[in-house]
């Protein structure tokens, strides 16, 4: 899996702007100490203790005690330099520059290995990526609250809708913290307000935090970019951004504007990354049988064929979010 490249791209602008940071703010303390007449002198002493050492090596004979004596010069002078930057009420204690990271100095890589901080910056600017392109909240599992869901014996599901979300809820669960590219498709489906949206954003944020290229939208909302692109801008690229993203969430199927280029566009993305092994998340209102009607066979049997489905069932969560507070506010 791989973040997008203007993630990796931002996370680079961010690490050089770190250590340029640290490496400016060295050099002015530097400036500065050095109107200290003192300062001069310790650091030629400092300074020189390397090329001393190399040649004291290099004369040959016991260079050991001469090199202690270089040592003991030079550890000295760097007491002496953190006193006097001390007593002028500065918190460093030399002049080397002081990285937010000490690991990788702020390079981003130890031994060729992506550092931790990097890991950090990217899951950080991948998330607010995915937000730029939900412009919504992301959601957890944790907020959604089950007892919205209805608790009596349903005999069409052979459960009560509260037990059947719950193992939805769960399934969801496991598939964004586990994400995997290997992941199935899913459809998930149901009447509106019954908790598609927060799941989807759910599943984004988890698989987000795995550090999953996810990309998040209403098909209306998408496709219309994916329009604007192409009878507009060259170089934009959303079309490649859908396609190539480790997972992609198309929300609310059915509410689009319906048009030959959305529904030609719609193909292209599910088949083509069908072909490419990338899983996708399609959420819906429409039964089968309205897909079939909605986008053809072509795309119909794609959704219904070879997509896993989720059955969201029960009343509408945000109309008996709105009647509880109603009741309790009297
Ligand atoms: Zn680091």
Sequence with gaps: MSYSKEVYEAVTQELQRRRVAAEQEAAALRARMRRDPRVLPLEAVMAGSMRRVAQAVLKGGNAESEI???????????????????EHGETATSFSPRYTCSQCEDTGFVNGRSCACRNTLLREHAAAELRRWTGM??????????????????????????????????????YGTHFALSHPNLLLSGPTGTGKTHVSLAIAAAACDRGANVVYGSVQALLHKMEADHFGRADAHTEQTLLDCDLLILDDLGTEFSSPFYTSALYTLINGRMLEGRPTIISTNLDAAAIYEHYGEQIASRLIGTYEPLLFVGRDVRQQKLQRRYHAEG
């Design 68 to 86: 202690a004596v270089i040592r003991a010069e030079s550890q000295k002078a760097k007491a002496e330099l953190a006193a006097i930057m001390k």
């Design 137 to 174: 909240k992301l959601c957890s599992f944790e907020t959604l609250d089950l007892s919205f869901y209805d608790n009596t014996f349903d005999e069409r599901l052979g459960c009560s809708p509260r037990e059947a979300m719950k193992e939805v809820l769960e399934y969801c669960r496991w």
